[in-house]
């Protein structure tokens, strides 16, 4: 079966310190990997996705994520965190036909 | 502008009622969904249509019933609601890609509360 593993429950941070956020898959076949953040009480948003091509990819907010095909891994990254990216996070793959299966969620704090 | 939009926000209601639940989008989007988000927030799909057609049934109560009366609005009808449905419910909806490289825009959610 597909899916992606979020093996942090919680990861703590310091503002303005980098801050790593991981995820690894399972699937056959190439992976459309996905990030997605829900701030508290929200709906989930869209940060970044890998398709095909750069194994870095770029998103919003200043987030950024490597593809890793070996490890297979795809970790989300900021270099400075934000108090204000506190929130719950999380990995998915799509597994085709459009159905995305989630990982558990890695909630961030970042403390002043 | 909201792009995808649910009523009701939250709903309370008691063991064995019927209640439904909307959604629209106004992204022009030709596939919607419906997830459902449990206490410990893991996130689970459970239906997905294309052009009011129903492509993705994951294994779901029958109590559970989507409508999509067209490609802009999916709604959700629960019937003898049960303890256990009490959740965050989700609408999403994303552009139709080869197997899925669009990504999906969310809901803010309905929170239901079954007493």
């Known amino acids: 079966a597909q899916s992606v593993a979020q093996p942090e429950d919680q990861v703590n941070v310091a503002e303005g310190n980098p801050l790593t956020v991981k995820c690894t898959y399972s699937?056959?076949?190439?992976?459309?990997l996905f990030w997605y953040v829900q701030y508290p009480n929200r709906g989930l948003q869209f940060l970044l996705k890998?398709?095909?091509?750069?194994?870095l990819v770029k998103g919003s907010y200043g987030f950024e994520a490597e593809f890793n095909k070996s490890q297979t891994s795809f970790h989300l990254k900021k270099p400075s965190a934000l108090v204000s990216d506190s929130a719950l996070y999380f990995c998915?793959?799509?597994?085709?036909?459009?159905?995305?299966?989630f990982g558990t969620g890695t909630r961030l704090l970042v403390s002043p | 502008d909201t792009a995808v939009s649910q009523t009701p926000k939250y709903l309370v209601t008691q063991m064995g009622n019927d209640k439904s639940i909307k959604c629209e989008q106004n992204?022009?989007?030709?596939?919607m969904y419906w997830y459902k988000q449990d206490s410990k927030k893991f996130l689970k799909i459970m239906f997905s249509?294309?052009?009011?057609?129903?492509?993705i049934n994951e294994t779901v109560p029958n109590r559970f019933s989507p409508k999509s009366p067209d490609k802009a609005h999916l709604n959700l009808h629960i019937n003898s609601l049960e303890l256990g449905d009490s959740a965050v419910y989700f609408c999403?909806?994303?552009?139709?890609?080869?197997?899925?490289?669009?990504?999906?825009?969310f809901g803010p959610g309905t929170r239901l509360t079954v007493t």
């Open positions: 998915a793959v799509n597994t085709g036909f459009q159905k995305l299966v």
């Open positions: 890998y398709i095909t091509g750069d194994n």
């Open positions: 999403a909806s994303s552009q139709e890609g080869a197997r899925g490289s669009y990504e999906q825009y």
């Open positions: 992204l022009g989007h030709d596939t």
């Open positions: 249509y294309n052009n009011k057609e129903l492509i």
């Open positions: 699937v056959s076949g190439n992976p459309y």
